[in-house]
């Protein structure tokens, strides 16, 4: 049985409630933004759809890099995409002027957040070490053992 660390649930805990809080804070801005500029609507709903999937993958998946990587891009897609739309604007005249409060900042801090405990989360635990690296060649040289002994045993049939 393969134990998992406090840290480890401690960093899937704290991406997962930041997903679902971004999720929630982008989903209650969907209706206001689809009738004032349809796509950012659009993007504010893929963005919480993709958010809950992030939040859903954190918890349940065994090795969760593909959801800590896309909610850290997805994240980093909502903060840069909200910079530029309180600065330079964003296509078909989108321009934002302030922070709307409580929803601007609360969202920065959450997705701030993702991408701080994704980073954690990628930093603690190196892809390949040498004990990894061992232990998944042992792993397969005994299913190429037992691959070849089963095949011993048909042909013997």
Do not use: Q
Request: overall charge negative; aromatic content about 8%; hydrophobic content about 50%.
């Amino acid at each position: 049985m393969n134990a998992i660390s406090a840290t480890e649930i401690t960093l899937r805990g704290l991406g997962a409630c930041c997903a679902v809080g971004n999720a929630v804070l982008h989903g209650l801005l969907v209706p206001d933004h689809l009738e004032e500029t349809f796509y950012m609507g659009v993007l504010f709903a893929l963005g919480s759809a993709a958010m809950l999937v992030v939040a859903v993958a954190l918890v349940t998946l065994k090795s969760p890099l593909p959801a800590w990587l896309t909610g850290a891009l997805v994240s980093l897609g909502m903060i840069i995409g909200f910079l530029l739309s309180r600065t330079v604007g964003l296509p078909d005249g989108y321009y934002e002027s302030g922070w709307e409060p409580p929803y601007g900042p609360l969202s920065l801090i959450v997705e701030g957040l993702f991408v701080l405990a994704s980073l954690a989360w990628l930093g603690r635990r190196p892809p390949y070490t040498a004990d990894r690296v061992a232990a998944e060649v042992r792993r397969r040289a005994s299913d190429t053992h037992d691959d070849v002994a089963d095949h011993a045993r048909i042909e013997r049939m």
